[in-house]
């Protein structure tokens, strides 16, 4: 993995979370408890503890049924406080990567994970830094 952005308290401190998952459908679940337990140890509100675990459960959801990595090969979670306060959140597969497209208006059911992240976060993107890195912060 490399360096998060700038702005990021010291690696490794005890409110970082580094999760390892496994592509399967437990990962969203299991994502959101870390998710939980950081916002506890964060001492984040109820807003934003319920923004972030949507956000994850969202994303890894997405790396779970979308990926076009190996089925082996898992996800890396990584959540960090800022140090204005706020949260980053990446999440890596080791998928080839994926061009984010907006929402169709006229799709009826899915394609709403990235449309929430685009709407509650205050930025986020994709890259293909060690697969697939979809990252978002929170202010």
């Not at 360096?3 to 401190?13: Q, Y």
């Not at 109820?46 to 996800?75: D, F, K, R, Y």
Request: hydrophobic share 40%.
């Amino acid at each position: 993995m490399t360096a998060l952005s700038k702005g990021v308290r010291g690696a490794d401190t005890p409110l970082d979370l580094r999760l390892d998952l496994e592509r399967d459908p437990q990962a969203p679940s299991l994502a959101r408890a870390a998710v939980a337990g950081f916002c506890e140890r964060g001492e984040l509100d109820g807003e934003q503890a319920s923004t972030l675990a949507l956000l994850v459960s969202e994303l890894v959801s997405n790396a779970v049924m979308h990926s076009q990595a190996p089925p082996a090969s898992g996800i890396l979670l990584s959540v960090c406080r800022l140090d204005d306060g706020g949260v980053r959140v990446e999440v890596i597969d080791r998928g080839s990567g994926f061009t984010a497209i907006p929402r169709d208006p006229g799709r009826s059911n899915g394609g709403y994970g990235l449309f929430l992240v685009d709407r509650q976060a205050s930025r986020w993107g994709v890259d293909r830094v060690g697969g697939t890195r979809v990252w978002f912060e929170l202010a």
